[in-house]
């Protein structure tokens, strides 16, 4: 696996995704959730609750606490119920660092779906920059990434169930001089219908060691599956045709959003979408590479994801099992040993989604019926894999 996703459709996604951790991270005890009652698994937001204290400081690491520039209210766009959010927040850095944990601090839990920090050079500093000052408004939309085109690693993030993350004392994410980073909020109104719910001005902690120590740099993979889920027997309604779906759906975040589903489409059904609760999709890797840690990302109407390398092979092996998925649990899965893959080797990611919740969950039980696709929305849905590794 080199430095850049597994060969595969090039999808826009903006999801929940993952800083990764090692097997000693903070998040090593997080198993599998139990079964539980929809209502229970599903809720769409964690309970707002005091975060954690951060574990102490290692030798050579310093905290650095970034805040939005200042607070920010979200109006969903285009009738919808969602609205990604891209604030430049700048460590500052004067000298190469390492970033070895985070620990991101939403201030309004009602509304704060999820955050992603990417990390932009410094040579698309200016550009970001500019992004920002010419976009009304503090920050900028940003539906599908960061926006800042040829840039934009994640190296941080928070769901629902995730508090630190801290990397093992070996590994960690390469920061330039000069780098900056874009925090992306994803805001979901679903529970103010849409009207604005607040302001909100959020900040991460960050933990950073110097960047001469000796670490092995870290990366985070995707590997993505569709998401073609149709309208239960008892639902009926005109986005229950898959063709309206995707228009309503293109509607609520732009030309972005066809991408992302034709390409899904096109890498793993070959052009041709396969109605059904349950999808999956390989993705051959491009090198050799160690897997340290794991994590899933699905919405509302998730039941159950996994991750395999070399399915249906002698060297099969499970790297993430979540039969009962929790939204509200996202915290990242470290593998129990380091696992070394090769070129050519296949990771397969495994999606079952249930339609039936959408009448069960209060946040989904006064939506319109319709066949769902991959979409950024809290009401749509997505089956994603992370694999976070350091290339060999």
């Known amino acids: ?29 997080a198993g599998d959730p139990p079964a539980a009652a929809p209502s229970a698994t599903h809720s769409g937001h964690g309970a707002a609750s005091p975060p954690p204290s951060p574990a102490p400081l290692r030798a050579g690491e310093r905290f650095v606490n970034l805040t939005m520039p200042q607070a920010y209210q979200p109006v969903a766009p285009s009738g919808g119920t969602d609205e990604y ?23 309004n839990t009602d509304i704060v779906h999820h955050a992603i920090f ?7 500093a200016a550009q970001t920059r500019t992004l920002d000052e010419r976009s009304p408004g503090a920050g900028w939309q940003c539906f599908g990434d960061s926006g800042i085109e040829g840039d934009g690693a994640w190296v941080a993030h928070w769901a629902p169930g995730a508090n630190e993350v801290l990397l093992a004392s070996d590994l ?6 000069g780098s900056l980073l874009v925090m992306q909020v994803h805001y979901n109104l679903l529970a103010t219908e849409g009207k604005p719910g607040g302001k909100d001005q959020s ?24 998401v073609e889920l149709p309208c239960t027997a008892e639902e009926s309604g005109k986005l229950c ?45 491009e090198g050799p ?33 979540l039969p009962v998925y929790n939204f509200d649990e996202q915290a990242i ?38 066949y769902v696709v991959w979409g950024d929305g809290t009401s749509d849905e997505m089956c994603l894999g992370l694999a976070i590794a350091s290339a060999e």
């Open 85 to 107: 959010r891209c604030f430049v927040v700048d460590p500052k850095l004067t000298s190469a660092a390492y970033l070895t944990g985070s620990q991101f601090l939403p201030q």
């Open 333 to 370: 899965r470290p593998l129990a040993e380091p696992v070394q893959v090769k070129r050519g080797d296949i990771i397969r990611v495994t999606c079952t989604h249930d339609a039936g919740l959408r009448k069960q969950l209060p946040a989904l039980r006064d939506t319109p019926a319709r």
């Open 203 to 226: 900040s991460v902690r960050l933990r950073l060691a110097d960047g001469s120590s000796k670490r092995r740099p870290l990366d985070t993979y995707q590997v993505a599956a569709p």
């Open 241 to 285: 045709d898959r063709d309206a779906a995707v228009a309503d759906v293109i509607h609520r975040f732009g030309d972005e959003a066809r991408s992302s589903v034709d390409e899904l489409s096109t890498w793993c059904h070959k052009g041709k979408p396969t109605p059904g609760s349950t999808q999956h999709c390989d993705y051959p890797l």
């Open 289 to 321: 590479s160690t897997l340290y840690a794991t994590a899933g990302h699905m919405h509302l109407l998730g039941r159950s994801i996994k991750m395999e390398l070399n399915p249906g092979t002698p060297t099969a092996r499970t790297l993430l099992d």
């Open 118 to 124: 990417f990390r932009v050079s410094a040579e698309n």
């Open 1 to 29: 696996m080199q430095r850049k996703a597994p060969t595969g459709p090039i999808v826009a996604i903006t999801l929940i995704v993952a800083l990764m951790t090692s097997a000693a991270c903070a998040d090593s005890d």
């Open 172 to 177: 960690g994410y390469p920061m330039s001089p």
